[in-house]
Nanobody, 116 residues
Framework: QVQLVESGGGLVQAGGSLRLSCAAS????????MGWYRQAPGKQRELVAR???????NYADSVKGRFTISRDNAKNTVYLQMNSLKPEDTAVYYC??????????WGQGTQVTVSS
């Protein structure tokens, strides 16, 4: 049974930083692509950043240069370092895992609130 557990969310002032973590279990982590998505109130869930099993990354234009996704396969964990946070980054952030066969799994989400 695949489980994804996010942590690290919270309240921060604009310009501050947070690091989100997502611990995965129940699958061969190193073979899976991992991603961070977010959903703000009244908006659709959107991709923030993604990292393949080989370490290739891609980012939403709105976070390029501010956010960094990374993974530690020894710890079955993916991270999202968020710097220079803006109020518009406020959302629930979800961890996503996609297997080579295309099956997707989601974490429960962690709230990030950026005050102006």
């Amino acid at each position: 049974q695949v489980q994804l557990v996010e942590s690290g969310g919270g309240l921060v002032q604009a310009g501050g930083s947070l690091r989100l973590s997502c611990a995965a279990s129940g699958s061969i982590f190193s073979r899976n692509a991992m991603g961070w998505y977010r959903q703000a109130p009244g908006k659709q869930r959107e991709l923030v950043a993604r990292i393949t099993y080989g370490g290739s990354t891609n980012y939403a234009d709105s976070v390029k240069g501010r956010f960094t996704i990374s993974r530690d396969n020894a710890k079955n964990t993916v991270y999202l370092q968020m710097n220079s946070l803006k109020p518009e980054d406020t959302a629930v952030y979800y961890c996503n895992q996609q297997t080579p066969g295309g099956r997707g799994y989601w974490g429960q989400g962690t709230q990030v609130t950026v005050s102006s």
